[in-house]
């Protein structure tokens, strides 16, 4: 399948405007273009090299029937009107599947130490983004990002009606502490934890997935609607009575 991805670097200073120009123009793109955020510090894994510190990445990438078709596609990121220019640019480049896999794996390389969770909201992405900055900036690792992927689900609700999660939010966020060395895991993990907490108020869910369980005891439930976690729990008195299988459905 032919792709192309286009991708901007603009200071983290920057990422306000940056987030409003981007999902701006996200309502534009096709269903084919994939488009997120990274907030990373320069020495992040999949960070372009370049002599700035922080900085946030717009990636868009098009999955097409050919080449030209997917050039297309990325048109609408064509032209970036913010007076901060981007420090460095990729425009319609050619990438295969490979790549993409590559590049998805550079962000989480082995022998490291990880700690992840999620957040679903009602919030724009720059009011969601700038406060993830500032915790970026601050970050006790230089490895560790957040990762924003505008308009991750379906809009349409036939799709969404028998998936096994529930989809609470218009945007998304995932802060990733990374690090190497296990003594440095209570500060890795507190600074996750308070990136956390300085956007939770703008919150309507977690991602099951990748939500730290272990931070909050409601994690679980308002990792689904109401509805749907009375349904698992429902089905769960009813197949495993005994409790017998582990499960993350206690709170």
Known sequence: MPTATTSCVFPLTAVGPVADWATEKARELPANVELSFLLAAEDAPGVPDGPWPEVVVVTA????????EAVGALRP??????????????????TSLAALYDASMNLWPEKHRYAADTLWS??????LLAKLGDAVAEAPSGKSFVLAPVSPVSREDESLRNMAFSVLGESYVVPYA??????HDDVNVHWLRDAMRAVEPYGTGHYIAEADLTADP????????????QRLRSLRAEYDPQGL???????
């Open 61 to 68: 990438t098009a999955f097409a029937d050919s080449h030209t």
């Open 178 to 183: 990374v690090w190497t060395d296990p003594a």
């Open 122 to 127: 009602h919030e724009d992405y720059a009011s």
């Open 77 to 94: 990121l064509r032209n970036c009107p913010l007076s901060e220019r981007p420090l460095s640019r990729r425009r319609d480049e050619p």
């Open 245 to 251: 299988f582990f499960s993350y459905l206690s709170a």
């Open 218 to 229: 409601s994690r679980a439930r308002r990792s689904f609607t109401a509805a749907d976690w």
